[in-house]
């Protein structure tokens, strides 16, 4: 069965990087579209960054120019790059795969395997 790990999250102070990683497993990992999500506390979840099989990506406007998602089909990897961390990052975040090939402006909602979160916490 699909199964997704994410790893690299921790404590940074504000205008710092973390690199957050995630394996996947369990299928064909080059044919499917991934994503990063994050949740804070009292807050939905949203969507940070897609990236599609032909490595087409889209950003949430509110990470656009400090994050950069990609991944290595070689090693079954998804990343994602945080640079220029705000407080407003601190968040569980999450690695997500879709069914879907190609991006479309509806595919945050056909994400249906999940990791289980890493934590990022960004300070003054």
């Known amino acids: 069965q699909v199964q997704l790990g994410e790893s690299g999250g921790g404590s940074v102070q504000a205008g710092g990087s973390l690199r957050l990683s995630c394996a996947a497993s369990?299928?064909?990992?080059?044919?499917?579209?991934m994503g990063w999500f994050r949740q804070a506390p009292g807050k939905e979840r949203e969507g940070v960054a897609y990236?599609?099989?032909?490595?087409?990506?889209r950003y949430a406007e509110s990470v656009k120019g400090r994050f950069t998602i990609s991944r290595d089909n070689a090693k079954n990897s998804l990343y994602l790059q945080m640079n220029s961390l705000k407080l407003e990052d601190s968040a569980m975040y999450f690695c997500a795969a879709s069914g879907r090939t190609w991006y479309s402006p509806d595919l945050q909602f056909w994400f249906g395997f999940w990791g289980q979160g890493t934590q990022v916490n960004v300070s003054s």
């Open positions: 990236i599609d099989s032909a490595y087409t990506t």
């Open positions: 369990g299928y064909t990992y080059r044919r499917y579209c």
